[in-house]
Nanobody, 115 residues
């Protein structure tokens, strides 16, 4: 199995930037799909960004042009660079991996965008 641990959350003003990281307990080289999700208070969890083992990426319309997902197979991390943050980006951000037929989730990291 693999464990995922998110870090890098915090509070930032609108227009600011944050970088999230998801550290895996084992090699992610063979993990075909990794994603970032987020869940705002009172809302359902939503998909933010996806990256495949081949490096293909996909983004929710709400974050296109502002967020960048990446992965480092050597360091066993997946990252989310978030720029031009808006109050509506406030949420708990979760790391996800599809590993050996199972959904694996991290515990989440809080991102708060407020003036």
């Amino acid at each position: 199995q693999v464990q995922l641990v998110e870090s890098g959350g915090g509070a930032v003003q609108p227009g600011g930037s944050l970088s999230l990281s998801c550290a895996a307990s084992r090699s992610i080289f063979s993990i075909s799909v990794m994603r970032w999700y987020r869940q705002a208070p009172g809302k359902e969890r939503e998909l933010v960004a996806t990256i495949t083992s081949g490096g293909s990426t996909n983004y929710a319309d709400s974050v296109k042009g502002r967020f960048t997902i990446s992965r480092d197979n050597v360091r066993r991390t997946m990252n989310l660079q978030m720029n031009s943050l808006k109050p509506e980006d406030t949420a708990v951000y979760y790391c996800y991996a599809f590993f050996r037929g199972a959904d694996v989730w991290g515990r989440g990291t809080q991102v708060t965008v407020s003036s």
